[in-house]
């Protein structure tokens, strides 16, 4: 099946991009397409105008600046997956990258318009939310950024603007004893997850949790903060008994539905021995515990 015919700009600059999304009526972006093209095609979404970004060399960009690992709207998963940066500094990134979709999706797909698509069974969301990320727009009344976890509205439904662009995702730098990790529950390689969490730990130091980060997936309407469990982690120390406290918290946190894969109250305890690994490896990665040994 052939998509249904709809008018078609490239935009060269992300001025261009904003100028087009104010003047034409209700344009669909389209950045790496692994979402909207397979739309397209069955004609599940059928825009009159679609605003393609990939001319706009300037957000092609994956690199440290002014305090933020930022990542531009047209950074491929690809891109993170083979970064030595993030190997280097950021965990929870180098975990996510490998596990979206396939390879052809992660060299097409991009991070930015997976988190446009706003589906709460996405990863990237949840790291951004763990990372105390922002996502970046620019729109006819210039640029803001939007803590990630005031982002999300609903299923697919985002506080982006009509006639705003996003052009970048971003989050702090890591400190000198932080880590992070992400884990995802999934029926087989490739698949969306069931559940996933992931999990953010910057350590003081006298070795106590400075400060914690914990973002869900596909346990709510939305990617989701557990923020009880993020409070009972920051001021204490690592142990099995405290992630294990966290793990507990972040499962009563989360709201997931009952569906092929799974019921809600598997889901939930899945929450639970996820938040606890992701926390585990994150405390691992910052140096603030010795490294486990896993059958």
Do not use: C
Not at 92 to 118: E, K, M, W
Not at 159 to 171: C, Q, S
């Amino acid at each position: 099946m052939k998509s249904a015919p709809f008018e078609h700009h490239e935009p060269e600059s992300v001025s261009e991009a904003v100028s087009l999304l104010e003047s034409l009526d209700d344009p669909t972006i389209l950045a790496g397409g692994q979402s909207l093209v397979p739309m397209l095609r069955f004609r599940l979404a059928n825009p009159d105008v679609v605003v393609d970004i990939n001319g706009i060399d300037s957000l092609e960009y994956l690199r440290e600046e002014d305090g933020y690992l930022k990542l531009g709207a047209l950074a491929r998963h690809a891109d993170v997956e083979d970064s030595d940066l993030i190997d280097e500094r950021y965990g929870s990134f180098a975990d996510t990258a490998p596990l979206v979709a396939d390879p052809q999706i992660r060299n097409r797909g991009t991070v930015v318009g997976s988190v446009a698509q706003a589906d709460p069974k996405g990863d990237w969301g949840s790291v951004l939310i763990a990372h105390d990320g922002e996502v970046v727009v620019e729109g006819p009344d210039g640029e803001r950024a939007i803590p990630a976890d005031e982002f999300f509205l609903l299923p697919y439904d985002t506080t982006l603007g009509e006639e705003e662009l996003i052009t970048e995702a971003r989050v702090p730098t890591p400190a000198d004893r932080e880590g992070s990790a992400y884990h995802k529950l999934k029926r087989k390689t490739g698949d969306y997850a069931m559940a996933g969490v992931a999990a953010r730990l910057r350590f003081d130091d006298d070795g106590r949790i400075e400060s914690a980060g914990i973002g869900m997936t596909a346990v709510d309407i939305t990617n989701a903060r557990a923020s009880e469990a993020e409070e009972a982690l920051e001021g204490e120390r690592p142990s099995p008994e405290l992630f294990e406290e966290a793990g507990e918290l972040a499962a009563e946190a989360s709201n997931p539905e009952s569906d092929e894969h799974g019921d809600a109250s598997y889901k939930e305890r899945m929450v639970d021995v996820l938040a606890q690994r992701a926390l585990g490896d994150a405390a691992e990665r910052a140096g603030a515990v010795k490294r486990r040994v896993t059958q």
